[in-house]
């Protein structure tokens, strides 16, 4: 089988590299397309990922909307070269306009819920897989499995946090540091969010460091104030430094929801929040929401230094992931399963949701 994903974010690199991995060992053939915008280049090429790369993506409005044709036509060019029999990407319009035009399906991973780009790849989808909490995605497209887009990639088995990376950041295994991750506010779903302003950012600092030591993720270049707490590790360490973490604080859903499955209190800002995070808040506790009203940024910053003094913290973190973990499948395994199995997987899934059981 010929298997060709698109990737639009440095997150979609680590929701496919294990079935990439498990799927090339089985002789299967994938190939990688994306746009460039933070570390998926490095990412793909640590990852020994065979991938092409179409260059940088657009920021401004126009651009974007020149972009939709441009790299719609890369990716048909791309496609008829290398002959996929299936497309699969995170909700790609670019994979799904080509599947569409070479009449070969595309099955999309859905988590974001952002309509304006599901009408642009959904016509052209023949499956969109999502997770099994309430979400406004209805479609008889739409396969509900019970886990979540991280455990692809953060699912015990599937991840060990290399202990190396202390070293890297300069803390012992038992000091306590916080993970402050800002973002450039460049995507298309992020019009008319302003995040988290200088002033609280630098009150954030000033709150947590007499408690943690302070490491800043950061998409944006930082203002000269904060540059000193930048993070530097390499990027595909980033999932071992927040394992070791004590808290991660800021304006990442990816990032928050991937501490959340490592047991780690998180929390996100972003006015109405995400149905991901608000689930993950609500069904097991294991992150806050707040909004990105001035109010709402002093008490994230309140709840952050609550946490940072709470007894017991990561114990019961752990307990809260174990509850979390023992509701999920291994969403890896469940994938590979359904595209060796395509399309009588989607029958199957359809006629018998809980078939799914056996991947926990």
């Known amino acids: 089988m010929r298997i060709l994903i698109d990737i639009g974010h440095p997150a979609h690199v680590h929701l496919f590299k294990n079935f990439a991995k498990n799927m090339s060992q089985k002789g299967h053939k994938i190939l990688f397309t994306c746009r460039e ?43 008829k070269r290398f002959k996929p029999d299936i497309f699969m ?50 479609s008889d497209k739409v396969i509900e499995y019970s886990g979540y887009h991280e455990l692809a990639y953060l699912f015990p088995g599937h991840f060990t946090p290399d202990k190396s990376v202390l070293n890297d950041l300069k803390v012992t295994e038992n000091e306590k ?45 930082l203002p000269e104030p904060l540059t000193q707490y930048q993070l530097k590790i390499s990027p595909h360490m980033i999932h071992d430094a927040i394992a070791y973490s004590t808290l991660l604080f800021g304006e990442s859903s990816t990032m928050a929801g991937e501490a959340a499955m490592l047991g780690i209190p998180s929390i996100y800002l972003y006015n109405n929040s995400t149905i991901f995070t608000t689930h993950l808040e609500k069904s097991y506790n294991l992150m806050f929401n707040f909004s990105e009203s001035p109010e709402d940024q002093i008490k994230a910053i309140q709840k952050g230094v609550e946490l940072l003094n709470m007894p017991g913290l990561k114990n019961e973190w752990q307990k809260r992931r174990q509850k979390m973990l023992a509701d999920k499948i291994d969403v890896t395994a469940f994938l590979v399963w359904f595209i060796e199995n395509w399309p009588e997987s989607f029958r199957i899934m359809k006629e018998n949701p809980d078939y799914q059981m056996r991947f926990r």
């Open 37 to 79: 915008k933070e570390f998926e280049i490095y990412l793909m090429q640590k990852y020994g990922f065979d991938f092409l790369s179409f260059g940088e993506k657009y920021r401004s409005l126009p651009g974007k909307i020149w972009g939709l044709f441009k790299f719609d036509a890369q990716e048909i060019i791309a496609a």
């Open 89 to 138: 990407s995170h909700g790609s319009m670019y994979a799904a306009h080509a599947s569409f035009l070479l009449r070969k399906p595309h099955i999309s991973f859905e988590d974001t819920f952002n309509f304006e780009q599901i009408r642009l790849y959904k016509p052209f989808t023949k499956v969109i897989l999502t997770s099994d909490y309430e979400h406004p995605l209805k």
């Open 177 to 221: 540091f916080v993970i402050i991750r800002f973002v450039s506010w460049k995507a298309s779903h992020d019009i008319g969010h302003r995040g988290i302003s200088l002033e609280n950012k630098l009150r954030i600092i000033e709150s947590f460091r007499p408690f943690a030591k302070i490491f800043i993720s950061s998409e944006a270049i």
